[in-house]
């Protein structure tokens, strides 16, 4: 067999593709993106972007109870989204293996949370597996579909960002093709009236209790011996960070996280002298062998925060730092920014030169609440930001709506925005809605969505008009602005917010690392910049403040956006892309 360095994420789709899977769905969200873009390049399996993770799991529901192997991937706080469907499809069981992929992100290196997904799998009652490097990713890819079928069961792969973001050879195999089952109408597994899921329920318990016997001897569970004095159990990044640590550890190691094998773990147990769980986040492995009467330590020595490392576990376990490897040396810090040209910095300096309240969302526009635009009060989750206005409106009244935008990106708006954007209209509110359109999915990495015109493998789809739509949910006043007429923009939203109704303004350009036309940068004339500094408060990389206190633009950065010429008050820019 042909082995291949590939990223985790791309592992678990070669692992789809091999298992005989034929149906794909996601919405893209950092770790877990690249599975699914990497899937869409077989021809073999049908995938899709879908408006939402909620969508996406009830699209691949749909799949398994037509037959087919299906996969359905997001980031952890997807899983909020999706947990709706995901609960009941606990009960219903399916037909074709469905894999449940959930990518978590201790260290939150691009999330808001660290929120730890194994406790879905237990409360939602499935099994969940957890690879440690890209080989066993694609492994268990494949093996999440056989235990699926097996036992009747959704089967959820718990990533993190490490494994999903990390090269490793992967064994290669052939693809396993198989035909369809026959369809069979069966409303009482199926149809979940109170009924039938109160017996659905009992098979649940049961299905879980036979995966938890069975579970000690499925070769991912495996022990590896050391001297017998120190045993940790482990699973996923940080086994291989106790395998370099402690080399001389007992190990056992879970490739099945729910349900635990616990027979083979007080096996495990009465070989060693001293027992540590080392795990990343919540103490989950722990809590779940101490509520058995299994003596161990674990959260007392490793904190609850961030991501683990070979150092954190000896200085915990093996007496002092890494031998021969030089400690991590504080480094400047790098806060992230929107990037030259990016078509959001023109709306955000106009909503801090207004100084208005900004109740704000996921995704790049994020980064506006960042100096020196500091343009956001508020960011929760994706499309929060039009029911955090509303809900802030009807508590401090319609003067403070005056003088107060929520923001949104297009994606973010189809994802979860508009029904935010009813209930507003619904419940008579009076505020303004600015969505940010930069016709494509930017921080995950440009996928489409409902309103580019193309689909996930380049194929042409219909383009859905956000303007229809705002007015089919009964907002009259819709207007579409270039955010990099700044006149303009400040013109737009003084009108909308002193309606006595829902406004919505679209700030519509394209992500400028979508161009790919050329960039004439633009420059400073020495003569007549009078060091006011006004074109700093843009915060964009390309403008250059010297020791002296004069400005620079750095041309290899500058993409002649322009919008540096327009805030300047003494015409001290020059050059740039045509008008």
């Not at 026959?182 to 659905?200: C, L, S, T, W």
């Not at 960011?379 to 930001?385: K, L, Q």
């Not at 400005?551 to 002649?560: E, H, R, T």
Request: aromatic share 6%.
């Amino acid at each position: 067999m042909d082995k291949k360095l590939m990223l985790g994420n791309e592992a678990v789709a070669r692992g789809v593709w091999e298992a005989g899977a034929t149906f794909a769905s996601a919405y893209p969200g950092t770790p877990s993106t690249e599975i699914t873009e990497n899937i869409a390049k077989y021809d073999e399996i049908y995938a899709e972007w879908s408006p939402n993770e909620k969508v996406a799991m009830e699209a691949a529901i749909g799949a398994s109870l037509g037959g087919a192997r299906s996969i359905v991937c997001m980031k952890h706080v997807g899983v909020n989204v999706a947990a709706d469907p995901l609960f009941t499809v606990s009960y219903t069981g399916v037909r074709g293996g469905l894999l449940i992929v959930a990518a978590d992100d201790p260290g939150m290196h691009s999330s808001q949370n660290e929120q730890d997904s194994r406790f879905y799998a237990r409360a939602a009652q499935i099994p969940m597996l957890e690879p440690s490097d890209g080989d066993e990713a694609c492994a268990y890819a494949g093996m999440a579909f056989d235990l699926s079928e097996k036992y009747d069961t959704p089967v959820m792969l718990r990533m993190t960002t490490r494994i999903a973001h990390s090269r490793t050879l992967v064994e290669q195999g052939d693809r396993r093709e198989r035909d369809l089952p026959a369809y069979e109408k069966d409303f009482m597994k199926y149809v979940m009236m109170p009924g039938m899921a109160i017996k659905r329920h009992v098979v649940v318990e049961a299905r879980m209790k036979q995966i938890e016997k069975d579970a000690s001897a499925l070769p991912i569970n495996r022990i590896e011996r050391g001297n017998g004095k120190l045993g940790i159990i482990t699973s996923g990044m940080t086994y291989q960070y106790v395998k370099e640590a402690l080399p001389d550890a007992d190990i056992l190691k879970l490739g099945m996280v729910y349900p635990l094998p616990y027979d083979l773990v007080r096996e495990f147990a009465a070989t060693v002298e001293r027992l540590v769980v080392v795990e990343e986040l919540e103490g989950f492995l722990e809590d779940a062998l101490k509520a058995k009467g299994i003596p161990c330590e674990g959260k007392a020595l490793f904190t609850r925060q961030g991501e683990l490392s070979v150092a954190a576990v000896l200085d915990k376990l093996g007496g002092g730092a890494p031998r021969g490897v030089a400690q991590p040396q504080a480094l400047p810090g790098r806060p992230p920014v929107m990037c030259p040209g990016c078509p959001h910095r023109g709306a955000y300096y106009v909503l801090s030169k207004m100084k208005l309240t900004v109740m704000g969302d996921i995704g790049c526009y994020t980064l506006g609440a960042l100096a020196p635009l500091n343009a956001m009060d508020a960011c929760v989750c994706m499309g929060a930001s039009i029911g955090m206005a509303h809900g802030m409106e009807k508590a401090r009244g319609r003067d403070f709506a005056k003088h107060m935008v929520s923001v949104i990106g297009d994606s973010t708006f189809l994802h979860s925005g508009m029904t935010g954007l009813l209930d507003a209209v619904y419940n008579g509110s009076h505020i303004t809605v600015v969505i940010l359109d930069n016709s494509t999915t930017g921080m995950t990495g440009h996928q489409d969505h409902p309103a580019t015109g193309k689909g996930i493998k380049g194929n042409d789809a219909p383009a859905v008009s956000l303007e229809e739509v705002c007015r089919v949910l009964g907002v009259h006043d819709v207007k579409v602005v270039d955010p990099f007429d700044v006149k303009g923009m400040e013109e737009a939203l003084k009108d909308s917010l002193n309606r006595d109704e829902v406004s919505v303004v679209i700030s519509r350009r394209p992500c400028k690392l979508l161009k790919k036309s050329h960039d004439v940068p633009v420059s400073i004339a020495p003569q007549q910049c009078r060091k006011c500094k006004m074109c700093m408060k843009l915060g964009c990389p390309a403008i250059l403040l010297k020791q002296d206190g004069t400005v620079a633009i750095d041309n290899s950065l500058c993409v002649g956006c322009n919008l540096c010429k327009q805030v300047c008050p003494f015409g001290a820019i020059e050059g740039g892309n045509p008008a």
